[in-house]
């Protein structure tokens, strides 16, 4: 079986990620002081309403500040409220995860 995340996440993360400092907000998680991630700043998603919409109407989407994880980096899965600082960016808190299905999540975050 192909290792999706050893031979595509791994190699992509090497050359784009960046270290963050990642601080869950459960004070019973041990905090993952410095991990590598890959920031957008003006991540377009589309919005629910858009998905179920198709046939009603038009929908919408919208730009957010989204932080790609490799889920190995953690010990416990990322969750709402968790806190991000990126470097030069500023703190988030996550707002919402969206698995990928292969190793890594889009954390959608929020100014902290």
Same mark, same amino acid.
């Given at each position: 079986?192909?290792?999706?995340?050893?031979?595509? $996440?791994?190699?992509?993360?090497?050359?784009?990620?960046?270290?963050?400092?990642?601080?869950?907000?459960?004070?019973?998680?041990?905090?993952?002081?410095?991990?590598?991630?890959?920031?957008?700043?003006?991540?377009?998603?589309?919005?629910?309403?858009?998905? $179920?919409?198709? !046939?009603?109407?038009?929908?919408?989407?919208?730009?957010? =500040?989204? !932080?790609?994880?490799? !889920?190995?980096?953690?010990?416990?899965? =990322?969750?709402?409220?968790?806190?991000?600082?990126? =470097?030069?960016?500023?703190?988030?808190?996550?707002?919402?995860?969206?698995?990928?299905?292969?190793?890594?999540?889009? !954390?959608?975050?929020?100014?902290?």
């Amino acid at each position: 079986m192909f290792d999706f995340d050893k031979h595509t $996440n791994g190699p992509l993360f090497s050359v784009y990620a960046r270290p963050v400092a990642y601080s869950p907000a459960s004070k019973l998680v041990k905090p993952v002081e410095q991990l590598q991630a890959i920031f957008d700043r003006e991540h377009e998603v589309v919005l629910e309403e858009l998905a $179920n919409s198709e !046939l009603t109407g038009s929908g919408h989407s919208t730009t957010v =500040p989204v !932080l790609t994880v490799r !889920l190995a980096d953690f010990a416990v899965k =990322p969750a709402q409220g968790d806190l991000v600082t990126v =470097p030069g960016e500023g703190t988030f808190s996550v707002w919402d995860d969206k698995p990928d299905g292969e190793g890594c999540a889009d !954390l959608i975050l929020r100014k902290a």
